[in-house]
């Protein structure tokens, strides 16, 4: 083969999409994690966006898990199942935080680290209320089954969850187009700042 797949610019909106990331990644060299504070706790943000994926009709989910007051993981991807409403899409979203969060809180808890209860913040009134009631209703009875178990940890007294309003939430730069403002106050949600070396 005399040329390397995919080395040439497929066409100019790629050419263009390439020039934006190199941009973004020039103009953000200085960004640096920071890690600190007196007592180093975990703590995680949830968002979800209702019907992302044209297509498809299935939402994205988001989340990013601070521990010392900076990110340790995210992630944004697709839903597997089309939500039928705001609720059911923020609810799935919190459960797949959940998870994340309990893991990374059994993994600081071998390197030495004990938080008994962890805070996962929402900007979904309603999900935060399906999560905590354990009475099914008609509108959250078709909701699969494997997103409630979040409601063990609710009583097991795992977690917290609590309403962040959407300006405080560093999640919602996981889900949607955000202006320069508030992708940069995800950012210092996230714990990035801008160190000079």
Not at 71 to 94: N, P, R
């Amino acid at each position: 083969m005399s040329r390397v797949p995919y080395a040439f610019v497929v066409g100019k909106e790629h050419g263009n999409a390439m020039k934006w990331i190199l941009r973004y990644l020039h103009g953000t060299s200085d960004l640096r994690l920071c890690f600190g504070g007196d007592k180093p706790t975990l703590v995680g943000y949830s968002n979800s966006d209702m019907v992302g994926d044209i297509d498809s009709r299935k939402s994205t989910s988001g989340y990013l898990i601070k521990f010392a007051g900076g990110v340790v993981a995210w992630q944004f991807k697709l839903q597997k199942y089309v939500a039928l409403s705001t609720t059911e899409a923020e609810f799935i979203a919190i459960t797949e935080a959940c998870k994340e969060l309990l893991w990374v809180k059994k993994f600081l808890q071998e390197l030495g680290f004990v938080q008994d209860k962890y805070l996962l913040f929402c900007d979904s009134q309603s999900a935060i209320h399906l999560g905590k009631n354990s009475t099914f209703h008609s509108r959250s009875k078709h909701i699969d089954v494997r997103y409630h178990w979040i409601r063990d940890a609710l009583d097991a007294k795992l977690l917290e969850l609590a309403k962040v309003h959407t300006d405080d939430n560093g999640a919602d730069m996981m889900t949607k187009i955000v202006a320069r403002g508030k992708f940069e106050a995800c950012y210092e949600i996230a714990g990035l700042a801008i160190t000079f070396t």
